[in-house]
């Protein structure tokens, strides 16, 4: 299907719906929808008033021609991180797809690419709405979410540039490169680094309870696997090294576990290895940061901290510059989309916040909202630190975080947890790595509570990527043979010059069938005991 205009458009308010027939200028009271197509990229402007504006909705009707007649499936993006929900699906009508859907024909599993035609429908990234689609045998649709929250947005007479619609028609080629080329074409500015990312990250054997002295252990450890390869991994301290576990304030450290980051940092440095840091900044759940009754709290829970509010963006701005006056020169910000909303991307896979709360700013899109916040962290850094997003809107945070974590959590203790979550994301979002930002699937979490078959298999997929490999590896866990298994794994992903393509990803959520630099491998992701989970 060729992009062109839709044939209707839906405006709802908080007070009513309208539909109208495409016209390039639609006017509703003091509501203004523009519609422009220039250069295959479709625009669309919202200006309003007083009246808060919640949804728009365009409507694309086939044609004959635009029709589907041959058995397809269907692709869908999904909010922020994947929740093992990343997949192809046959035509479920009322499937929202957040961002991206695609629809293609045969398999990727056959080689032979003749025939084969996938169309993609989406948005460019960083727009001003959360924007999804439903596909169905008629027709196509793209609802742009609005609101402030849960509640319509007021614009005061501001003009909105709502987001940029671009399709793409591939032929002859598999689905996995249509939507890798065509992913490309949504972020004109992507983040780049310098060097490949890779290290360790020591949330999944420690999970929080770690000092001073077990990261600088952690670090010589490291640099015991990578001293000889010239670039340099990254050490990364996850939770636990401030006074309140996955909570503010900052500024207090863990009593008695840990005394000066500054140090610490530059400890890590002298070691070889390059330091990073874990933050959560948004949450403020012991009231450490401001009082309850501060405006700087969310409207649907005072114990996070309102991002739209002037003041908490300053306090973030100088978290960020604080912790690169420390000499981190990685930063991970965690669980803000659940910070400023309440919840987990895959709760709430229709409306993107429930109705009835507001931002502090009421004049402005949760989709802005979250932009200015992503951008006050990259701005705070200056250039002297890589931002690591997790729990972030990828379609949102692209340009302006160098990382994406793009599944939810892997684990050192449930190799479900490994299956579903990490080797999806891997799988599944490849496809914005280095189109959006450098996709990162989640650790290998070695403590000794996973089967080394299994977790050898994850290490194997994650370093052979070409994508950045994150390991949790517990001091004195492992073989001299899996010691010598993790070097060569950290060998090979500081060069990251390795191509891993999914094969069976139409089939199945987990893919165990891959084309690794062109030669077909297969990965085995069950245990001989089978799924321990019902």
């Not at 590896?473 to 070097?487: A, H, I, N, R, Y």
């Amino acid at each position: 299907m060729q992009i062109r205009t839709p044939d209707y458009i839906s405006i709802y308010t908080e007070n009513d719906k309208n539909t109208f027939s495409f016209s390039n200028n639609i006017k509703k009271d003091d509501i203004t929808v523009d519609v422009s197509l220039k250069n295959e990229l479709l625009h669309i402007d919202l200006t309003a008033d007083q009246t808060p504006v919640k949804y728009i909705s365009l409507r694309w009707n086939f044609t004959e021609g635009e029709k589907r007649n041959e058995q397809v499936k269907v692709y869908g993006d999904v909010w922020e991180r994947g929740y093992c929900d990343l997949e192809w699906r046959g035509v479920a009508p009322d499937r929202m797809m957040p961002w991206v859907c695609a629809v293609s024909n045969g398999s990727d599993q056959n080689r032979d690419f003749t025939g084969r035609y996938t169309e993609c429908f989406g948005v460019k990234t960083q727009p001003n709405a959360m924007c999804m689609w439903q596909y169905d045998t008629a027709g196509l649709t793209l609802w742009l979410d609005v609101r402030c929250g849960g509640r319509g947005v007021i614009l005061q007479n501001r003009k909105l540039a709502v987001c940029d619609v671009v399709f793409g028609n591939y032929h002859d080629v598999s689905a996995f490169d249509a939507l890798k080329d065509y992913y490309k074409t949504l972020c004109d500015n992507p983040l780049t680094v310098d060097h490949k990312v890779y290290g360790t990250n020591n949330w999944y054997y420690a999970y929080g309870k770690t000092s001073h002295e077990e990261i600088l252990t952690d670090t010589k450890l490291l640099m015991e696997a990578c001293g000889e390869l010239q670039n340099r991994p990254y050490i990364v301290l996850d939770d636990g090294w401030q006074k309140n576990p996955c909570d503010a304030p900052w500024n207090v450290l863990r009593e008695g576990k840990f005394y000066d980051m500054k140090a610490l940092s530059r400890e890590m440095k002298d070691m070889g290895a390059r330091p990073g840091i874990w933050i959560r900044p948004l949450s403020d759940q012991k009231f450490e940061v401001t009082d309850q009754s501060s405006e700087m709290r969310s409207r649907w829970s005072n114990l996070y901290l309102d991002a739209s509010h002037p003041d908490t963006l300053k306090y973030v701005s100088d978290l960020i510059t604080t912790i690169c006056d420390w000499g981190y020169t990685l930063i991970k910000h965690d669980f803000s989309t659940y910070d400023m909303l309440g919840f987990w991307g895959f709760e709430r896979p229709r409306e993107f916040a429930k109705d009835g709360w507001s931002f502090y700013n009421r004049n402005k899109t949760t989709a802005e909202i979250i932009l200015d916040f992503y951008r006050v962290i990259y701005e705070a850094s200056n250039g002297k630190a890589i931002i690591l997003g997790c729990n972030v809107i990828g379609h949102l945070a692209a340009g302006l975080v160098h990382l994406n974590r793009t599944g939810d959590d892997t684990s050192g203790r449930e190799w479900e947890r490994v299956r579903k979550y990490g080797v999806n994301a891997l799988a599944f979002r490849m496809l914005h790595h280095e189109a959006f930002f450098l996709a990162d699937a989640d650790c290998v979490g070695i403590m000794g509570e996973i089967d080394w078959n299994m977790n050898r298999e994850w290490l194997r997929a994650v370093s052979n990527s070409g994508t950045p490999l994150f390991v949790s590896p517990k001091p004195g866990v492992m073989s001299d043979t899996e010691q010598q298994e993790l070097k060569e794994a950290y060998r090979i992903n500081s060069i990251q010059a390795d191509t891993l393509i999914p094969l069976d990803w139409m089939e199945t959520v987990t893919p165990e069938k891959w084309l690794l630099n062109g030669k077909e491998t297969h990965f085995n992701w069950y245990e001989k005991a089978g799924n321990k989970e019902f």
